[in-house]
């Protein structure tokens, strides 16, 4: 029953700002992690950020002081602050979740420890 859903994406001029937004839906445990993600074309996955739902943080060490992570119970959504964008950003951004908090267990982002995944935003910064 859990469904999560990006938005968001879109195509911006090099440092420039984005918010992508995940909106979950079915997630009922007390104690869950969001994690972001985000593929090139030709490309790894690579890990870019994760939050609890009490607001705890980690970032990949290439978005450090320019992606903020936050989450508003509230809303079910999570968000991802993206600012001074340059073209090494263009992806497919995807957000995931998983129950617990396993995730603050590791110091990188791990993505086997997500279970629920969206269909991904895309997201273009032109020079």
């Known amino acids: 029953q859990v469904r999560l859903a990006e938005s968001g994406g879109g195509s911006v001029q090099t440092g420039r700002s984005l918010r992508l937004s995940c909106a979950a839906s079915g997630l009922t445990s007390t104690k869950y992690c969001v994690g972001w993600f985000r593929q090139a074309p030709g490309k790894e996955r690579e890990g870019v950020a994760r939050i609890t739902n009490d607001g705890r943080t980690a970032y990949a060490d290439f978005v450090k002081g320019r992606f903020t992570s936050s989450v508003d119970n509230a809303k079910n959504t999570v968000y991802l602050q993206m600012r001074s964008l340059t073209p090494e950003e263009s992806a497919t951004y995807y957000c995931?979740?998983?129950?617990?908090?396993?995730?603050?267990?590791?110091?990188?982002?791990?993505?086997?420890?997500?279970?629920?995944w969206g269909q991904g935003t895309q997201v273009t910064v032109s020079s």
């Open positions: 995931a979740a998983a129950p617990g908090w396993n995730c603050l267990r590791y110091e990188t982002l791990v993505p086997d420890t997500y279970i629920y």
